[in-house]
């Protein structure tokens, strides 16, 4: 990565790297070299977590737990990560295994995402708290703005799960039926069994979670709820 795709992305980001380092180590995935950037990725998932609930506390002091969860949920999702780094073109510069590339991983939601976080801990650990605080609010500003708790539709595994609770029907139970690909690019197949019906609710999904949430959404509409 030479000095000019270097200035290019920090532009995009809006802060200037002390350590380089640190953000070539964001733009590494693991299909690329031993050191990768998942380390990061676990470090900025928590940071960008505790940033966007502080901001929705005192954006908006009416709203109550429930709704503030659902809209750091939003937030926070994999597509939405995605579609940041997508603005800031980051896949073209992450540095992918010759596999990854092949297979159009510059693209894949999960890796780009993946990425913000990793730079998130990157600008963290080059600077402070307060720092990248400002610099991902910066990011959010236009989201933050389109906002509404109103609107801020519940996932559906919690859909589900209030909708049995209503008609006083355990718990669905989930597992996992199948994996599948590499480490780095697995897909899940997840089984989802509720009382009362003989037939077994599948989701898909590129995560444990995301697998989960499909199998929810598949219930919900077998259940007519949807």
Known sequence: MNLMIIRKIQKFLGYKFTNVSLLKHALTHRSASKKHNERLEFLGDSILSFIIAKALYH??????????????????????????????????????????????????????ANAIEAIIASIFLDSNLYTVEQIVLQWYKKRFKKMSPIGTKKDPKT???EFLQSKHFPLPIYHVGQIYGAAHNQIFTIYCKINGLSEILIGIGASRRKAEQD???????????E
Do not use: D, W
Request: glycine share 12%; net charge positive.
């Open 59 to 112: 954006h908006f002091p009416k709203v109550n737990e429930g709704g503030m969860s659902r809209m750091r949920a939003t937030l926070v999702r994999g597509n939405t990560l995605a579609e940041i780094a997508s603005e800031f073109s980051l896949g073209n510069y992450i540095k992918l295994g010759q596999g990854e590339k092949k297979s159009g991983g510059f693209k894949r939601e999960s890796i780009l």
């Open 159 to 161: 859909r589900l799960q």
């Open 215 to 225: 199998a929810a959404q598949n219930a919900l509409i077998r259940l007519e709820v």
